[in-house]
């Protein structure tokens, strides 16, 4: 007879012609969910046209896919994941294609939840493919902090929303948000929030879900306790002008929204701030780097 006990967790995954990076992924994925021993539900939007669809079909009949026909972005694409998905599952992971578990990801990710009562999203220890740390969470942008993010002068913020230092990411601790590689939740934090905000395609799109989320009164934490590998940036190619640009974009949108009577010094602010990273990189000979700033000036 089928297993007709609601899953335990309901993983959803976005994928754009990253065919092998997604086998790769699945293939981890597997083996955590086998170490979990209990029923997880796999969804994959396939918004790409490189043949992932056809090899999930063959080689991972676990897994629920979704072919949208169209490339939907980040947020609409995970919305759609969430629409597919068992209503009656107890937490929900958005994972990256990019994002690589351990087999003992998911049980970990669990046992903290059930430790930690008053958490309801949880973001892990990231790692760069050579086993560096890579910062993952940071406390929610306003005014100032972006001010000073932006002037490159974060490092003297009470409140930094990238924080860099190694002790920040040393304990577990409440945070503003988590990146969305590794987006861990309870199911009440879909029914309160209703999932991403699609007017961002890709970037910035978790820490505006995490602003609802907080405004909700739900907690936001992170925590060393576990890790994962994230190849950052391999999902768009590896490519750092789409994630510059849309950054720069979704900040724009992010502060529009839920600062606007700031918005008359924020623009020149953001300006200035992609200026002096245009200046920077043009004086140290980065031309790719300088280009894509110089672009971006052109929008913000």
Known sequence: ????????????????????????????????????????????????????????????????????????????????????????????????????????????????????????????????????????????????????????LDRFSVSPVHPKNKEFFAKDRKVGWVMGAFLFMRSVVIEKTKGFDENFFMYMEEIEWCRRINDKKLEVWYTPSFEITHLDKASSGFDVRKPLTREIQGLRYYLKRYYPDDDFIMKPIIWLGVAERWLIFSLTGNKVRADIYHDILKEV
């Open 1 to 152: 007879m089928p297993n007709t006990k609601p899953p335990e967790i309901s993983i959803i995954i976005c994928t754009y012609n990253t065919k092998d990076l997604t086998c790769e992924c699945l293939d981890k994925l597997k083996k955590s969910i086998d170490y979990l021993k209990k029923q997880v539900q796999t969804i994959v939007i396939e918004n790409g046209t490189d043949g992932t669809a056809a090899v999930i079909k063959k080689k991972y009949s676990w897994v629920k896919l979704l072919e949208p026909k169209e490339n939907t972005g980040f947020a609409k694409g995970n919305n759609l994941g969430i629409k597919a998905s068992d209503t009656k599952t107890k937490y929900y992971l958005f994972l990256n294609t990019d994002a690589l578990v351990a087999p003992e990801t998911l049980s970990k990710a669990v046992e903290f939840m059930e430790n930690h009562s008053t958490c309801e999203v949880l973001g892990c220890k990231l790692k760069f493919g050579d086993g560096r740390m890579q910062p993952s969470a940071g406390y929610l942008p306003d005014p100032l902090n972006t001010t000073l993010w932006m002037l490159g």
